[in-house]
């Protein structure tokens, strides 16, 4: 006993010392891990990486002329600090007198290939007679410029692409992959900003995917200081790869508050590409006017969840020719699922005019695929022709439904709404304010075409659409409703 009783005590002292041998290694290891935690919070300088891509980045000088503006255009940069001081003085030299004067503007840019091609926004160099280019000097070098020419520009995502002729390569930057940056990566911006010269402005990536007003819109916000004449300058990540065109900021004074949008790369390659080749872009086109699925759309139709993009209209284009119709969903675009209408336009805008692809649409309770041949964008944006305002519709009682009091189209409101002839349908002439109707933007002078994807020309129609989609356990009543001509699908709630 007294031998087992030693036996357990010295196993017991060996468990203790080996314990203690790991804590001791734990505990070195945490200071190990501790002094490089520390050793990143410091950070390394940004110098190196700023001095190997500075040279690829360029100011950019406009000159337009202007005629009949007073001001001091030309003296200082507009937005500068001294613009106020300058104005009375150009002001008692021209003695009042509006006479036509050249107006500069500054901005920025970088240059994408050594033969001289250069990136920046359109809104730099737009309407500009003149464009000169300022490259980085860097070691002592003294200020290069060279005037520059548009190769093209594209207003949707505010990118131009210009040319320099330059004696010899030029130093430039590659694009990255603009969709592996993730929020809270480090950016650095680069550009002229307010015309004082090259500078460099560090932050990280506040945001993605953020949409601005354009169809195509792409952004990157940072809290990398940008300021005006930053404008079309690069955004770059930790490799030296140019993710973003810096390109607006939000600021209720102008200045960086640190907000800042820089359009993604991976939607400013395909734009560069296109000017490149072709001088202009070249986007695809579905032709149809498609709105998002609410969740009581998505009830009405009888769809499992929200999601893809319900077709409006469907205008004369390749949409039409295919046989695609109004109160379609579109579920899939040439492979890929439609989460919402915003995605579906950039991706059919990405795809090659031309293409054949698979449409995959909900449409009479079941899914079917139709094979759209894609048009141009640009060449149906320049055939469209504008169209006007409807007015309201007169007052005219006839039928209180759903919180809207709506007529029967006659020829007297056809022609006070300035609709076609073949036009069809029931006129809102009153809207409740209290109702969800209101709530969801149904106003006097809109058309109600549809109720129940199903044409209505009468209130009995109108009855009977309800009366269906009660029988069939919807708890909405899906219309399409025009307005000036555009369409609208509104999902209006049964049980009221």
Known sequence: MQAQARSISVRRDEVVGFTRLMWLAFVGMLLVLAQTVSAQARGESLAPLAEKISPAVVNITTSTLIEGQSGPQGIVPEGSPFEDFFREFQDRGNNGQNAPRRSNALGSGFVISEDGFIVTNNHVIAEADEILIEFFPGDGQPVKELPAKVIGTDEKTDIALLKVEASGPLQYVQFGDSDVARVGDWVIAMGNPLGQGFSVSAGIVSARNRALSGSYDDYIQT??????????????????????????????????????????????????????????????????????????????????????????????????????????????????????????????????????????????????????????????????????????????????????????????????????????????????????????????????????????????????????????????????????????????????
């Open 223 to 496: 809290d990398a200081a940008i300021n005006r004449g930053n404008s079309g300058g690069p955004l770059f990540n930790m490799e030296g790869e140019v993710i973003g065109v810096n390109t607006a900021i939000l600021s209720p004074n102008g200045g960086s508050i640190g907000i800042g949008f820089s359009m993604a790369s991976n939607v400013v390659i395909k734009v560069v590409d296109q000017l490149r080749e072709f001088g202009e872009t070249r986007r695809g086109w579905l032709g149809v006017r498609i709105q998002d699925v609410t969740e009581d759309m998505a009830e009405a139709m009888g769809l499992d969840k929200p999601g893809g993009a319900l077709i409006s209209d469907v205008p004369d284009g390749p949409a039409k020719d295919a046989g695609l119709l109004a109160g379609d969903v579109i579920l899939s675009f040439d492979g890929v699922e439609v989460e919402d209408t915003r995605g579906l336009v950039r991706q059919v805008g990405e795809t090659t005019v031309g293409k054949a692809v698979r449409v995959v649409v909900h449409r009479d309770g079941g899914t079917q695929t139709v094979l759209v041949t894609l048009g141009r964008r640009e060449d149906a944006e320049r055939s469209e022709s504008s169209e006007e305002d409807a007015p309201e519709a007169p007052v005219e009682e006839n039928a209180d439904i759903l919180g809207l009091t709506i007529s029967p189209l006659t020829d007297e409101l056809r022609s006070d709404l300035a609709l076609d002839a073949e036009a069809e349908g029931l006129v809102v002439t009153e809207v409740d304010e209290a109702s969800e109707a209101y709530a969801k933007g149904l106003r006097a002078g809109d058309l109600i075409t549809e109720a129940g994807q199903q044409k209505v020309t009468s209130i009995e129609d109108f009855e009977t659409r309800m009366v269906e989609a009660g029988e069939a356990g919807r708890k909405s009543l899906l219309l399409l409703v025009r307005r000036g001509g555009d369409p609208r699908f509104v999902a209006l709630s049964l049980e009221q």
